[in-house]
Structure formats: C-alpha cells, structure tokens
C-alpha cells in the first residue's frame, strides 16, 4: 500500500549560464517525488523543467501543489503493485500534468521493480544496451568559450557530439557562430542545433540552407510547437534532419506529427510526453513511421536522468543518441557515487529499480524550505 508522497524542491547553482533561445539558466530546481509504501519500500522520481514556466506549462511549485492536493489523495492507500491501473485513473481523473505524472509513474516503478529485483529497463520492454551515447549542449554564449569548452570534452573522451542552442541572435550571428563551431572541431564531431522554437518559416528556410551546407547533422524545433505544416515544409525540402521536440506532448502528438510527416526525429523526453509508458509509445510511433530516435532531457537530475536511461536502454534504434547530461551541469548532485560518464556514453547502473545511490542527508539539508 502507499503509505506516502512527498515532492521535495532543491535548487542547485548550475556549472555556469546555460543560454536558451527561451531562458538563461543560472540554477535549475530539481523537483523530486518520493513515493513509500507500508512494508517500508521507497521509489523516486521526477519532475525537473526549464526555467520555471519558460519553457513548459508546469512549475516546479505548480507540480508540488497539484501532486499535494490533487494527485495524492487518488493514489494514498491504493496497491502500488497495479501501476498501469493507477496511471490510469490518473490520466482520467487529472488533465495535463505531464511531468508531475511521469515522476509518479517513475517512482512506483522504482519500487516494483526494486520488489522484483531487476533494473527498471526490464519492466520497460528489457535492456537492449548497457550504456547510451551523450552528447554535450554548448550553450555558454560564446564562441570561443563553446569551442574551449568542447575541446575539453574531446579530451576527457566524455562527449563527442555537440548541440548548440541558438535562436537568441540573428540568423546572420547564429549561422557564423555554429559554423565556427564546426570548422574548429572538425569532421569527425557532430554538431546539431536546437533553436526551441524560436524562428518563422522564412528565418528557418534561410538558415537552415547554410547550415546544412555547413556540415550541420541536426536542427532541432526550428519552429513554434504549433506550427506542423511548416515543419513538414522543412522536413520536405531539405535533407539535413529536422528533430521534433516542443511539440511532442504525449503519443496523440507524436501521432500526428508523423501523419504529417512533420520530423524526421522525435526527441523522446519522458516528462514532456506524461511518463515512462507514454513515452515508450512515442517510440514506438517513431519506429512504426520510420522516424529516429533521439533521447531528449529537460536538464533533469541524476533521478530523471537515470529513469530516462533505463527507457532509452530499450530502444534498438537510437541513431542520434541522447542527451542526457543533465547531472553535469550542475555543480552538485545528490548521489553518494556519482554517475557514470565514460567512452562518449552514460554507462546504465545494473541494480534492481532506478539502480541509484541516493544521498537521503544531501536531500533533507539541501531541500527548499518553505
Ligand atoms: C531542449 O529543448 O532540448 C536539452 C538540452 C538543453 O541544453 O536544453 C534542453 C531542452
Ligand atoms: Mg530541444
């Protein structure tokens, strides 16, 4: 039985300022669900966005209220072992609330598959892989700053594929600033483009072009969520890959975004598509269409980071690798062995659930107290 749900709040200064097209980063706010139950077992998960209500529709302070006041009581006292019978009353009893969902569905996972013994990936459809590839997102501001510091990444052997986030500037100061990027680092490092949403369809048509005959791999949500037609014109017309992100809201959206031939990647997040299982569909949409796989990450920490994993780890198709380095940027985590980053990939823990070492006293003194 559950006997508990706490959503617990830690802010955490990042590494330096991570710029978004929509947001500048100098903390995130790791939103963390803990779910216990009566015979004293404990799962986590959660809920971390971007920039407050920058980037998504859900808070950090919004995910707790709801998760408090609306989502607890459906869920307190019921068998945590009927985990799709409970996401289910969910989805029908609470509109929205993707993230503050996934951090649920996570969690109970977390203890099933603590109970049963195994890695979460095997309650997911099983492991397929033991470590997925990471990329590393520059988004420092400037140019010389991105290329010392991607340097630096080839040299550690911790990443060898670069998203750069743009959409702030110009199309003029974006494309010599990616293209600078390229040149300095070569052939053999894939640089791809996230512009969150941030050009119209004459801006994207313009750049794009240069980018592409730049040696550019990827260009990631050129244009507002809302606009598909546009984005199946730019799939159509070039031949660079064009990625979905914002507007992949669950499996509906996948849906129809591959009806419209509207990407040639989906970026699978596991809180923006409302869970685990849902994003587990977002995949299998993709694979059904023929569209790739890219696995995305709203700069979770290591919690969200691993449960992404251990979804990830079940896709046979992964061509564009993920992105989940969200723990890196942070100047402090809250594990008491650190994840493990080598070889360009995130190595999968092999413990039962989450397969986490979580450090219980980092949480109860860092905690936002309020
Ligand atoms: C996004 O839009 O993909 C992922 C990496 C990063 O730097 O920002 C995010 C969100
Ligand atoms: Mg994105």
């Given at each position: 039985m559950i006997s508990a749900i706490e959503t617990i709040l830690i802010d955490i200064p990042t590494i330096r300022p991570h710029?978004?097209?929509v947001a500048t980063m100098n903390t995130q706010t790791l939103v963390l669900v803990k779910i216990s139950t009566e015979d004293g077992l404990v799962?986590?998960?959660?809920?971390?966005?971007i920039g407050g209500l920058k980037y998504g529709d859900e808070s950090p302070e919004s995910v707790r209220v709801n998760i408090q006041?609306?989502?607890?009581?459906?869920?307190?006292q019921q068998d945590e072992k009927r985990v799709g019978g409970l996401m289910n009353r969910l989805r029908k009893q609470i509109r929205g609330n993707r993230f503050a969902k996934c951090a649920i569905e996570t969690a109970l996972l977390d203890i099933n598959s603590q109970r049963l013994g195994v890695p979460m990936s095997e309650l997911l459809g099983g492991r397929l892989r033991d470590s997925v590839p990471v990329l590393w997102t520059l988004a420092s501001g400037d140019t010389a700053n991105d290329i010392a510091?991607?340097?630096?990444?080839?040299d550690l052997r911790r990443h060898n594929s670069f998203k750069l986030k743009i959409g702030l500037n110009s199309i003029q100061e974006d494309v010599r600033h990616v293209l600078a990027i390229k040149k300095a680092l070569g052939d053999d490092v894939s640089i791809r483009v996230d512009v969150n949403q941030a050009w119209s369809e004459l801006q994207a048509t313009t750049a794009i072009a240069q980018l592409q005959d730049g040696g550019i791999d990827l260009i990631e949500q050129p244009l507002k969520a809302e606009n598909r037609r546009g984005m199946a014109r730019l799939t159509e017309r070039f031949s660079v890959a064009i990625m979905a992100d914002e507007t992949l809201n669950g499996p509906q959206d996948a849906w129809d975004v591959a009806q419209q031939n509207a990407a040639d990647v989906f970026a699978v997040k596991i809180a923006q598509s409302g869970g685990l299982t849902q994003a587990k569909e977002l995949a299998t949409i993709a694979r059904l269409s023929g569209i790739s796989l890219y696995g995305g990450t709203m700069l979770?920490?290591?919690?969200g980071t691993i449960a992404s994993a251990q979804l990830f780890a079940t896709f046979e198709e992964l061509t564009f690798g993920t992105e989940l380095f969200g723990p890196l940027l942070l100047t402090q985590d809250i594990l008491t062995e650190p994840l493990k980053y080598h070889d360009f990939a995130l190595e999968l823990p092999t413990g039962k659930g989450l397969g986490l070492a979580i450090d219980t006293?980092?949480?109860a003194a860092w905690r936002r107290q309020d």
């Open positions: 710029k978004l097209s799962g986590w998960g959660e809920a971390t966005t006041q609306h989502i607890s009581p459906l869920l307190l510091e991607a340097q630096m990444m080839l979770e920490g290591a919690i006293d980092k949480i």
